[in-house]
């Protein structure tokens, strides 16, 4: 997370953090001043920063409101796929290039069969390596982290 955040994010790409991620999530954002000492402190606490990361309760720095059961995985998969859908119809802005669409994902999600078809209707996949990781990108990332995939 700390190569993706600091290195390899565009401002057009949109990221979906997994729950058990969240506190990295969060010091990152506290480290580019969207994030405060006291959200952090109430980690998981009502009014505090969420464990699962929301738009709602957290913010805009949030891209994809998550959960458990693979759920970031899915919902870039299929982003990635609106956005091109979006493009190839004429109703995107062409001078804004496309983002990427990338989950954080683990284990757990790894047991939950709707990964595997949101990966099935990706299509289009390539592999490349970042940070020694495997990567399967389908418009968007889905790199192969130690136990899990970091997708999109």
């Known amino acids: 997370m700390t190569a993706l955040y600091f290195d390899r994010l565009r401002p057009q790409d949109r990221v979906a953090v997994k729950p058990h991620a969240s506190p990295v999530f969060h010091a990152a954002n506290y480290l580019f001043g969207r994030q405060s000492v006291a959200k952090m402190e109430g980690l998981r606490q009502f009014g505090g920063a969420q464990a699962y990361p929301s738009r709602v309760k957290d913010g805009p720095e949030v891209d994809f409101s998550t959960g458990s059961v693979g759920l970031g995985v899915a919902i870039t998969s299929f982003a990635s796929l609106i956005q091109d859908y979006v493009r190839l119809h004429g109703l995107a802005d062409e001078t804004r290039p496309p983002g990427r669409h990338i989950a954080i994902a ?46 999109g």
């Open 106 to 151: 683990g284990d757990a999600e790894l047991d939950e069969g709707n990964i595997y078809e949101a990966l099935l209707e990706a299509g289009n996949t390539t592999f490349e390596t970042f940070g020694g990781l495997w990567i399967t990108t389908a418009r968007a990332w889905i790199p192969l982290c130690r136990t899990g995939f970091l997708a």
